[in-house]
């Protein structure tokens, strides 16, 4: 899951003012607070990331359940895409190529001969302009944009995003996703990669986290992490989380390295429906997912290794999970799964939201 780094990038961003596709822009990169009740998220316009998510557990402890840094710089040599949006297609494309309405297009190749998570420079690695950010006030909330030109990282067309995020009562963090396509079909994928730890982000792995996902199929994948293009049962298989499971209890049954896998949620695509719920014994949390989309990456951070976060915490395999809501990985080079291309006048929309709790 490796990005490139780009420091000298980062430095003039912190410095002056920001580089975003060649031209100078009058961004600066920041924090942005929101806060209701004892809930209270950071974000960076770096990524449009979410820095941290400070809630209590079930004996009144305030604690940071969000995976991060203590520094903007920091996160701009990320290398696991913590907390961040992925874009313009989140998850993998094989080859790094696909081909649309008749045309072929080449993709830039940043985890072997495939495309991760938009490119060597994605969503996740650029200066997102605030559009819009309410500090208090019964939803609080905050809004970036980030426009995408025609050809970056080999697209098509030029994209224009938002992505909202607001409190609502009852604990919830919300987070709206949208997508226009100015002159041309593009496939998009944005994936929110929030790394959750309810425990809090610096209390170990989350092997004894129970997670349960209202999925009955999965899209297995080769090697190389890209999918078969078969859409199979979990039945039988440690993926099986219909009821709810320990993460650990059957993981060494995997023959992968972990949890990484997209499961076919059920219900119908474009319904907002309870897909995930994940609670943490010890704190007392819970978190339950709601999304409109038809999939989840369920990821149980293997690959995270040596990543010194917040307070100097270092972060090692299985510290936290990732569920992304999402497109099919590799959609455009499998007819059989749900499309991922957005028209012109055909906008893109991806709802998320979070609700924790408290459970005894």
């Avoid at 499971?245 to 219900?267: E, P, W």
């Avoid at 007819?335 to 459970?359: A, E, L, Q, T």
Wanted: proline fraction near 5%.
């Amino acid at each position: 899951m490796a990005k490139l780094s780009f420091f000298l990038l980062s430095v003039l961003i912190i410095v002056a003012s920001a580089i975003v596709n060649g031209s100078a822009t009058s961004e600066k990169v920041g924090i942005y607070e929101l806060k209701k009740g004892k809930m209270c998220v950071k974000f960076t316009n770096w990524g449009a990331t979410i820095v941290s998510v400070i809630l209590p557990d079930k004996y009144g402890k305030l604690g940071d359940i969000a995976l991060g840094y203590d520094s903007v710089k920091e996160y701009m040599n990320d290398t696991a895409y913590i907390g961040s949006i992925a874009g313009r297609v989140g998850n993998r494309i094989s080859g790094a190529q696909f081909t649309l309405n008749g045309v072929h297009y080449k993709l830039a190749p940043n985890e072997g001969n495939n495309t991760l998570h938009g490119g060597i420079v994605g969503f996740s690695d650029v200066v997102w302009k605030v559009n819009k950010y309410k500090k208090d006030g019964d939803a609080p909330s905050i809004e970036f944009a980030y426009h995408s030109y025609d050809g970056e990282e080999g697209f098509p067309g030029a994209l224009k995003v938002t992505v909202a995020y607001t409190l609502k009562p009852g604990n919830m963090l919300s987070v709206k996703m949208k997508a226009k396509a100015l002159n041309k079909a593009t496939p998009v994928n944005l994936i929110q990669h929030t790394y959750w730890n309810l425990g809090n982000h610096n209390s170990g792995d989350i092997l004894s986290e129970q997670v349960q996902i209202f999925a009955s199929h999965y899209t297995p994948v080769d090697s190389q992490a890209i999918p078969t293009g078969e859409i199979v049962s979990v039945k039988g298989t440690p993926y099986d989380f219909l009821k709810p499971h320990i993460v650990g209890s059957r993981i060494n049954k995997l023959l992968t390295t972990g949890y990484n896998i997209n499961y076919v949620i059920d219900g119908i695509p474009g319904k907002l429906k309870k897909i995930a719920v994940v609670k943490d014994y010890k704190s007392g949390r819970v978190m339950e997912l709601f999304t409109d989309q038809p999939g989840v990456q369920f990821y149980s951070a293997k690959f995270l290794k040596d990543v010194r976060g917040k307070g100097g915490y270092v972060y090692q395999p299985f510290g936290a999970l990732c569920l992304e809501t999402q497109a099919f990985p590799d959609a455009v080079n499998h007819p059989n799964f749900p499309s991922s291309i957005v028209y012109p006048g055909n906008d893109y929309k991806h709802v998320m939201v979070f609700k924790f709790s408290i459970s005894s």
